[in-house]
């Protein structure tokens, strides 16, 4: 069994400033982690996805995420972040198929 | 590439209507899924096939839903009769599966209004 927990259901913050959404996940066996974003009246879109090797991996539009074995953490970091970044965002784990998600994270950028 | 495509986008209907969403996935993926978002209950997924065989419709609500794939580029899922209850966005992911480790690619949902 697999499962996703997002530790911050919202995280408001200012334009420019850095930001980090926080995923923690249990699997009993090796999985593929993902984060997705979700804007407004769309349907989810992958932005970056951790297989193996460099534990560090870098998406698009400027996200970077970070995969700890021992901390089991997949934590979702963008350096200075911009009013169209506002979205919700989602934590996946998957494993032969089926993936599983986290209940998201909303982040509202403020001018 | 097209993406997955989902039709209708909106979806206005009477409580004991029946309902049929549709879905054609990406050319090529061996996996189909079906999920359900609402606010209070966020993202669930309902079904998922592979080479469109169901393996696992244990969040299927109830026996009013069904969801079929005749073939590899089509997908339905029905509710019959539907209810105010299961009002909410509906969508479609496809995924390579193993060839592409497993990432989804999802439409762009149906809206589905049950008055």
């Known amino acids: 069994a697999q499962s996703v927990t997002q530790l911050d259901s919202q995280v408001p913050v200012f334009e420019e400033a850095p930001v980090e959404l926080r995923c923690n996940y249990s699997?009993?066996?090796?999985?593929?982690l993902f984060w997705y974003v979700q804007y407004p009246n769309q349907g989810l879109q992958l932005l970056l996805k951790?297989?193996?090797?460099?534990?560090l991996v870098k998406g698009i539009n400027g996200f970077e995420a970070e995969f700890n074995k021992s901390q089991t953490s997949f934590h979702l970091r963008k350096p200075s972040v911009h009013i169209s970044d506002t979205a919700e965002y989602f934590c996946?784990?998957?494993?032969?198929?089926?993936?599983?998600f986290g209940d998201g994270t909303t982040l509202t950028v403020k001018p | 590439d097209a993406g997955v495509i989902q039709s209708p986008r909106h979806e206005v209907t009477e409580m004991g209507q029946e309902v049929t969403l549709r879905c054609k996935p990406i050319s090529g993926h061996d996996y189909l899924f079906w999920y359900r978002q609402t606010m209070m209950r966020g993202l669930e997924l309902l079904i998922y096939f592979n080479n469109n065989v169901p393996i696992d419709d244990s969040g299927m609500p109830e026996d009013r839903f069904s969801a079929k794939m005749p073939n590899a580029s089509f997908s339905t899922l029905k509710i019959q009769p539907s209810e105010p209850r299961d009002s909410a966005v509906y969508f479609c992911a496809s995924s390579p599966g193993l060839a592409g480790t497993y990432e989804q690619y999802f439409g762009p949902g149906t809206r589905l209004t049950v008055t």
């Open positions: 951790y297989l193996s090797g460099s534990t």
């Open positions: 996946a784990v998957s494993n032969a198929g089926k993936s599983t």
């Open positions: 699997s009993s066996v090796s999985v593929y």
